[in-house]
C-alpha cells in the first residue's frame, strides 16, 4: 500500500510541475460556507499543496474535485485558550463572564485547542456553573456549524477517486464573483468543489465508467461526478466505447444499450439525439451509457453517440443504467465529452 502511495504521489508532484509551466488557470469555485450560505466565483490557482502524515503534495488543480475543510489547531492560541479557562474559576462573575467572551471571540480555531485543553490532566473543572470550558466550547460548536466527529484535517478529493487528508496551506480564497472580488478566510469555509475544465470550452475530457461501481441504481457513489459545470445553451457531446458485463442480467452491453450473448448481437437504436426531449432515444436502455445535469434530475439516454443542447444548468454526471447494483459486473466504458 504505502509503494502505491508514494507512486502516486511522485505523479501528482510530477504533473503539477508541468502544470505550473502554463501558468495561472481560471479554476470556478462553489464554497460551501459554515453558515450554510454557498458562494460561486473564480479564482486562479495551479496547486493544492497539502502537508500530509507521509510528506507534502503539490496537487494540480486540474485533479482535485473538492476539499472538506478541518477545524486546523492553531498553535498560537494555545496559551491564550489555557489563560482563558483559568479564569473561568475566578471568584468574581464580571472577570468569568469577559474570559468567556473573549473565548467566542476567538471563533471557530479556538475549538480544537480548547476541546484538547478540556480533555488534558491540566484541566479542573471550576466551582462555578454560570460560565464553563464545556459551555464554551458547545457554543463554538454550535455558532460554526461544527460537532464532534468534525475531522481536524483537511479532506482533499482527487478525481473522484482518491482522498487525501492532511492541512491545506491556504489562508483564505480570493473569490471573483458576479459582485465583485471578495476575500474569504479559510476558517469560514466548510467545503470548497472545484471545477475545473483544461482548454477552456470546446476541451475534450475523458471519463472511464466501471460497471462494478458506476451503475444508476448504485447509491453509494454510482454516478461520476464529472467536475463539468454545464450552463443552460450549451451544446454537449458525449462518444462512448468498450463493453461491460452485467451480473444481475447475465449478459454484456457495448454503450447503446446493445447486449451482446454468445451467439448473437441484438442492436438497440444508435445515434445522435437531443437532451431533455421526449423522442423515445432519450430513455434509458440497460447497459446504455447516461447522463443527468444536476443531481437530482432524471437519467437520460446518452449511448455510444449524443449531440444535444442542455436547457438547464447544473453539474454534469454520468452512469451505467441498471436499477440492480451487483458488485460483480465487470468491464468499463471509456466516454470523451466536449462541450461548446
Known sequence: MKKIFFLFAAILITNSFLSAQKGNDKVELQLTLRDGSIMKGTTKMNNVELKTDYGKLDIPIKNVSSIEFGIVENPSLKDKVANLVKQLSDPNEDTRKNAYQQIIALGVQAIPTLKNYIYSDKYEAGAYADFTADAALKELQIMNNVNDSSSDKDVVT?????????????????????????????????????????????????????????????????????????????????????????????????????????????????????????????????????????????ALKAGSKFTGTANNGGMLYLAIYETVFNASNTGSYTVKIKIH
Open 158 to 298: 482527487i478525481d473522484f477517486i482518491y482522498v487525501m487528508g492532511g492541512i491545506y496551506n491556504l489562508p483564505n480564497v480570493n473569490l471573483q464573483t458576479e459582485y465583485g472580488a471578495l476575500t474569504i478566510p479559510r476558517e469560514k469555509i466548510k467545503k470548497m468543489d472545484v471545477y475545473y475544465s483544461e482548454g477552456g470550452e470546446g476541451a475534450q475530457k475523458t471519463f472511464v465508467l466501471m460497471a462494478n461501481k458506476n451503475i444508476s441504481g448504485n447509491a453509494n457513489g454510482g454516478w461520476l461526478h464529472t467536475g463539468i459545470n454545464i450552463k443552460p445553451g450549451q451544446k454537449i457531446d458525449i462518444n462512448a466505447t468498450g463493453e461491460v458485463y452485467l451480473a444481475s442480467l447475465a449478459a454484456s452491453y457495448k454503450p447503446d444499450g446493445t447486449y451482446v450473448n454468445s451467439t448473437n448481437y441484438n442492436y438497440g437504436t444508435e445515434g445522435e439525439t437531443n437532451y431533455n426531449t421526449n423522442s423515445a432515444y432519450s430513455y434509458p436502455t440497460y447497459g446504455s451509457v447516461v447522463y443527468k445535469i444536476g443531481s437530482n434530475e432524471t
